[in-house]
């Protein structure tokens, strides 16, 4: 095997000085349109407590690996283990919610006959649980409010 050639030995001649002609020369840049100034951006008003902004639909959904839950302008969904029950808001006489052990969500829906079903999804950590138990307050709010004071909007 012959050894390497060392690069460094015998180094690439340095240009003498002379690189090229200068580059031409560019025309000078078009001025820019005139625009209004944009007006400075604000803070969004912020809505009254408790006030729902119309033609608002907002979701809740939440899973964990066994079982999950999904509110919506429809209804309430439960899922377990692939099954699932759906329920409209027409057939649901109300909607209760709690925190249960283990960072767990329980939601249960209760039917007119007082039949009632529940379904569990739990959180990874008690400040995800806190989120959730925050906005289903809020969808709950927002579809069985609708429901109880009758507006333009019904489910």
Request: net charge neutral.
């Amino acid at each position: 095997m012959y050894p390497e050639p060392n690069p460094y030995l015998n180094p690439h001649p340095q240009p003498s000085g002379v690189f090229g002609p200068p580059p031409p020369a560019y025309p000078p840049a078009p001025a820019p349109p005139a625009y209004p100034p944009a007006p400075a951006p604000g803070p969004a008003p912020v809505p009254a407590y408790g006030a729902v902004p119309p033609n608002v639909n907002p979701e809740f959904l939440v899973a964990d690996r066994h079982s999950g839950i999904v509110i919506d302008e429809t209804g309430v969904t439960f899922d377990f283990e692939g099954q699932s029950a759906e329920f409209p808001w027409s057939d649901i006489q109300s909607v209760h919610s709690k925190p249960g052990g283990g960072h767990r969500l329980m939601v249960a829906v209760v039917l007119p006959g007082g039949k009632f079903y529940e379904c569990g999804v739990k959180a990874r950590n008690r400040m995800t649980l806190e989120q959730w138990v925050r906005h289903l307050g809020y969808v709950l709010h927002v579809y069985l409010g609708r429901r109880d004071n009758r507006g333009p909007w019904s489910p």
